[in-house]
C-alpha cells in the first residue's frame, strides 16, 4: 500500500527492487490520485491497482506480472 506506518509503500517499493530488481511488485492506494503520487525519483511498480477494487483485477495483474495465462 501506498500509505503505510514508519515506511511509505515507494519506500518498500525502493527496497525491494534494490534488494531483487526482477521481482514484480503491485502497488495499491486507496488515496486520491494526488495523495499516492510518486515522490520525485521513486522507482515506479509493475502494476498499481486503485482500491477498493476486485479479486479479478488483482488476479488479472499478478497473472500479467508472471507471465501466467488469463
Not at 515522490?39 to 479479486?55: M, Q, S
Not at 495483474?61 to 501466467?68: D, E, M, P, V
Request: proline share 10%; hydrophobic share 40%; charged share 25%.
Amino acid at each position: 500500500d501506498v500509505k503505510m506506518p514508519r515506511m511509505s509503500g515507494w519506500e518498500v517499493l525502493g527496497e525491494l527492487k534494490q534488494s531483487a530488481p526482477s521481482l514484480p511488485v503491485v502497488l495499491m492506494s486507496g488515496y486520491s490520485c494526488e495523495d499516492s503520487e510518486p515522490p520525485v525519483g521513486a522507482i515506479h511498480p509493475d502494476a498499481f491497482l486503485n482500491k477498493p477494487y476486485e479479486l479479478r483485477e488483482l488476479t488479472r495483474a499478478i497473472r500479467k506480472l508472471i507471465g501466467a495465462e488469463l
